[in-house]
């Protein structure tokens, strides 16, 4: 019988493509290693806003602080208690001994939504600052691919509530407050009021709230205008309200936080063309 020479130039190739996706494959473990290295260098600091959330306060800490250890980022969470009275401090306090990377801030009075925002800007010392409403509402889980989005050369990213798990009445009232904006301010913004933003250390060294309303988007996206930043938005999970009172919440209330906003965004309409004049 004649031999059969062996397929030395198939064993070669088999060999040769099998080494090529062995280096490729080693490169992305090792880019994905030195991507979360780079990671833990950098300082996160997320920040919940809350006013008498009591009653699903310890889940919504717990469930962030799980979420935020599973993204291997050196972070700290913080909660920003706008001087609830419904013992949201007892709960806290219990909880700061539990968790390590958890900290506390109680205002000395309830000085409203916008400087309870402004103390989340300003107080924690990171490279990326998450302000984000307590109430259950949002996750956490968004903020590894928010931050790779700030990366790629972005200032701000507020995040869009996609599907929205609200009343059918606070829907509608957030899609008539962003055609307003829209006509007042020229924003593009999908999501005008949503909880859910995050910008560098930068960028919050230059965000400071002047106006003392419930909202504080449309006045970051006027400080964006007018201090020349970029802002990126995302698709981010949104939850039903487990419990609490918003306070949007009730048809009047609705109406009467509905006509400040105008003036409020008229204010900042103002502001633009002081801005522009000089």
């Keep these: 019988k004649p031999e059969i020479p062996a397929p030395r130039i198939t064993i070669f190739l088999a060999l040769f493509f099998l080494d090529i996706n062995l280096i490729i494959i080693s490169f992305r473990v090792k ?49 920003f208690d706008n001087n609830s009275d419904d013992g949201t401090n007892v709960i806290v306090n219990a909880l700061l001994k539990k968790y390590n990377n958890l900290r506390y801030y109680r205002q000395e009075k309830n000085f409203g939504y916008a400087i309870n925002f402004q103390s989340a800007l ?48 606070r829907i509608f009232m957030s899609l008539v407050l962003k055609f307003l904006s829209k006509i007042i301010l020229g924003s593009n913004l999908k999501d005008i009021n949503a909880g859910f933003r995050c910008m560098t250390k930068e960028t919050a060294n230059k965000i400071n709230i002047k106006y003392k309303y419930n909202f504080v988007n449309p006045e970051i996206f006027t400080l964006a205008v007018l201090k020349k930043l970029k802002i990126a938005e995302k698709i981010i999970k949104h939850h039903p309200r487990v419990g609490g009172r918003s306070e949007l919440s009730g048809i009047k209330n609705l109406i009467f936080n509905s006509l400040r906003m105008i003036k409020y965004m008229i204010d900042l309409k103002n502001d633009i063309k002081k801005s522009q004049s000089n």
């Design 31 to 79: 880019s994905k290693y030195i991507k979360n290295l780079i990671y833990k260098m950098k300082k996160v600091s997320v920040s919940l806003l809350v006013f008498n959330e009591k009653h699903n306060l310890e889940q919504t800490i717990a469930k962030a602080y799980q979420e935020l250890e599973k993204l291997y980022l050196n972070f700290e969470l913080w909660i």
């Design 122 to 169: 300003k107080l924690p010392v990171s490279d990326y600052k998450f302000v984000i409403d307590g109430d259950g509402q949002y996750d956490v889980e968004d903020v590894k691919e928010s931050i790779e989005i700030l990366d790629k050369g972005y200032d701000i990213l507020i995040g869009i509530r996609k599907p929205r798990k609200d009343p059918r009445i």
